[in-house]
């Protein structure tokens, strides 16, 4: 079955320092992979999407990157942290071909808080 | 703009009852439309999704009704229980990516 693996879970940062998450997916191949950003009482915001290794494309300038070194690896980054990057992170994963029902799944979260 | 609508109120129903949370958008023209839950501190669960030629579609407890014409859809649990408190999304599919609405919270009672 598949699994997608986050982390880490929380993260304090103080400004102007670098960020990497990380997400992992387990048994799939090609999948497509997202980045999200959620904002307390807020709704996702969609932030990178890739459809393969080194193919992505962001969806809102910012102070943030994202990376896909690896088929089932997808990183998030950033050079200096803004208080404005603080929130809750999530990775998803959905696989390719016919949708049939297929949603997206989501890892676990990484909740972000720059100080 | 494109906007996806959710009641940011909470909807309080009592146990037993059937649960209507709408998603209504605007200047999307979405193939399909799905549905989310999420529990505080956790990602989202993927519960439904009704392609735009389908007006409905069930699964256990839930319905999901998908009105192109009123560019709405409409989520129902029957039969609610308390396990059923969580924060329910909808998501619109566009260009290969999901927009998200920003969720209405659902607390049932005992």
């Known amino acids: 079955s598949q699994t997608i693996h986050q982390w880490p879970a929380t993260l304090v940062q103080p400004v102007g320092s670098p960020l990497s998450l990380e997400c992992t997916v387990e048994?799939?191949?090609?999948?497509?992979l997202y980045w999200y950003r959620q904002a307390a009482g807020r709704g996702l915001q969609l932030l990178f999407y890739s459809i393969g290794i080194d193919q992505i494309s962001s969806e809102v300038p910012q102070n943030l990157s994202a990376s896909r070194p690896q088929d089932r690896q997808f990183i998030l980054s950033s050079k200096k942290l803004l208080l404005s990057d603080s929130g809750f992170y999530l990775c998803a994963w959905r696989g390719t071909g016919s949708l049939s029902n297929y949603g997206y799944t989501f890892g676990s979260g990484t909740r972000l808080t720059v100080v | 703009s494109q906007k996806i609508e959710q009641n940011s109120e909470a909807l309080n129903i009592q146990e037993g009852k059937t649960a209507t949370l709408t998603c209504n958008y605007t200047?999307?023209?979405?193939?399909?439309l799905q549905w989310y839950r999420q529990d505080p501190g956790r990602g989202p669960v993927f519960l439904l999704l009704?392609?735009?030629?389908?007006k409905e579609k069930r699964k256990e407890r839930l319905k999901v009704t998908f009105d192109t014409t009123l560019k709405q859809s409409l989520f129902h649990i029957t039969a609610s229980q308390p396990a059923d408190s969580a924060t329910y999304l909808c998501a619109l599919y566009n260009f290969n990516k999901f927009y998200f609405g920003s969720g209405t919270k659902l607390n049932v009672k005992p």
């Open positions: 009704i392609r735009e030629n389908e």
């Open positions: 200047n999307y023209s979405p193939a399909y």
């Open positions: 048994g799939t191949s090609n999948p497509n």
